[in-house]
């Protein structure tokens, strides 16, 4: 028996992936490595394929024996989404439509999917828990909000069970150095500022100034990547044992804004970080804060980096070892 992991060359996929495997699983790794690294699956079984490739995904499951999915085959960029609209309905809905036929005709009927936060769009308040309303601002929270969807009607056609993952803000590496967070091109707030110590840009954009929070940047709920990972594995295992389809919301529950993860980083690594204040950037909430009290009472899943400093610190170690990525 296997798990497929799709996306599992990508940023939060390699880490559960290394999760997964220190566990003792048979991962196969499913990645068209269109955003994803082959470097980031280690040395783990990889099968090269698109989610649109419906033969191959049988095919894979078939010849694995693969009896749970982890999905996180997804293009993830918000602002891209608005551009391209079509882009993200036909690869991640479209795909994970394929993914979830393909489970049907092998008979698998368990999967962790990898939602978001972007599926509360502006929420009435915070900290947001499972029973927010959820409406996305973007196309990419629409996307991930449709297939939310999708997996209550399949469990209800088909029994195939499913636990929605909602991430706040992924960040921070693998321990071991060997993996960490890498995207072409790069988006995220602390990537972005590692650049700017490194040399390759000349400093960050703040964007926006004028947010109702008290230093008037938004304020985000940053994870640790392992701390995501290990929240894949504690839902398979819930639904190995026989756990209903459920969503469950994950961060800290600590907000910390633009100004102050600035400020982290320049004491992490006791530089000085060049930044210029610009306008907001679209679409951006003011603040986005996790309730994961569900998730903590209900699988007993608790972050082991739960301080800023500590996630900014495993960022840094990643960045400054492989300043270009992977
Ligand atoms: N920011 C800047 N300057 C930058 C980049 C980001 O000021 O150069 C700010 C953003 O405005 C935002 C914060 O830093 O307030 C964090 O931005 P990120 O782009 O790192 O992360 P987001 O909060 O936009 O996005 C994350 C995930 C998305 C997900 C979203 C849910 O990366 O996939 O949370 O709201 F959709």
Redesign the pocket.
């Given at each position: 028996m296997s798990i497929l992991v799709t996306g599992g060359a990508g940023y939060i996929g390699s880490h559960t992936v290394k999760e997964l495997r220190a566990r003792g699983e048979q991962v196969i790794i499913y990645d068209d490595l269109s955003t994803g690294f082959y470097q980031a699956a280690q040395d783990c079984m990889l099968v090269v394929g698109s989610l649109h490739h419906y033969d191959k995904l049988v095919e894979t499951m078939r010849a694995f024996d693969v009896d749970s999915v982890v999905h996180f085959a997804a293009y993830?960029q918000?602002g891209e989404s608005m551009n391209d609209p079509g882009k993200y309905y036909y690869n991640n809905v479209a795909g994970t439509i394929k993914l979830l036929n393909a489970m049907k005709e092998n008979n698998v009927k368990r999967i962790v999917f990898s939602s978001?936060?972007?599926t509360f769009g502006e929420p009435d308040s915070v900290p947001i828990s499972e029973e927010t309303p959820q409406h996305p601002a973007?196309v990419?929270?629409t996307t991930k909000l449709m297939i939310e969807k999708i997996l209550r009607d399949y469990d209800a056609a088909y029994g195939i069970r499913s636990v929605a993952l909602r991430?706040?803000?992924?960040a921070g590496a693998d321990e071991s150095g060997l993996i960490g967070e890498a995207h072409n091109p790069e988006?995220?707030?602390?990537p972005?500022i590692m650049q700017v110590l490194l040399g390759r840009r000349e400093h960050?954009?703040?964007?926006?100034t004028d947010y109702p929070t008290p230093d008037g940047?938004?304020v985000?709920d940053y994870i640790h990547v392992t701390d995501l990972a290990t929240a894949h594995i504690l839902s398979l295992n819930a639904l190995r044992d026989g756990m209903a389809s459920t969503a469950y919301n994950l961060g800290n529950g600590n907000g910390f804004s633009?100004r102050e993860?600035i400020g982290m980083v320049e004491k992490v690594t006791g530089r000085k970080v060049a930044t210029v204040e610009g306008p907001?950037?679209s679409g951006?909430?003011a603040v986005?804060i996790a309730s994961s009290e569900k998730i903590m009472r209900e699988l007993n899943w608790k972050p082991k980096f739960n301080e800023l400093e500590q996630i900014i610190a495993s960022a840094w170690r990643w960045h400054e070892s492989h300043p270009y990525g992977y």
């Amino acid at each position: 028996m296997s798990i497929l992991v799709t996306g599992g060359a990508g940023y939060i996929g390699s880490h559960t992936v290394k999760e997964l495997r220190a566990r003792g699983e048979q991962v196969i790794i499913y990645d068209d490595l269109s955003t994803g690294f082959y470097q980031a699956a280690q040395d783990c079984m990889l099968v090269v394929g698109s989610l649109h490739h419906y033969d191959k995904l049988v095919e894979t499951m078939r010849a694995f024996d693969v009896d749970s999915v982890v999905h996180f085959a997804a293009y993830s960029q918000v602002g891209e989404s608005m551009n391209d609209p079509g882009k993200y309905y036909y690869n991640n809905v479209a795909g994970t439509i394929k993914l979830l036929n393909a489970m049907k005709e092998n008979n698998v009927k368990r999967i962790v999917f990898s939602s978001t936060a972007a599926t509360f769009g502006e929420p009435d308040s915070v900290p947001i828990s499972e029973e927010t309303p959820q409406h996305p601002a973007s196309v990419y929270g629409t996307t991930k909000l449709m297939i939310e969807k999708i997996l209550r009607d399949y469990d209800a056609a088909y029994g195939i069970r499913s636990v929605a993952l909602r991430y706040f803000n992924a960040a921070g590496a693998d321990e071991s150095g060997l993996i960490g967070e890498a995207h072409n091109p790069e988006t995220h707030l602390i990537p972005l500022i590692m650049q700017v110590l490194l040399g390759r840009r000349e400093h960050i954009s703040i964007y926006g100034t004028d947010y109702p929070t008290p230093d008037g940047t938004c304020v985000r709920d940053y994870i640790h990547v392992t701390d995501l990972a290990t929240a894949h594995i504690l839902s398979l295992n819930a639904l190995r044992d026989g756990m209903a389809s459920t969503a469950y919301n994950l961060g800290n529950g600590n907000g910390f804004s633009v100004r102050e993860v600035i400020g982290m980083v320049e004491k992490v690594t006791g530089r000085k970080v060049a930044t210029v204040e610009g306008p907001r950037r679209s679409g951006d909430p003011a603040v986005l804060i996790a309730s994961s009290e569900k998730i903590m009472r209900e699988l007993n899943w608790k972050p082991k980096f739960n301080e800023l400093e500590q996630i900014i610190a495993s960022a840094w170690r990643w960045h400054e070892s492989h300043p270009y990525g992977y």
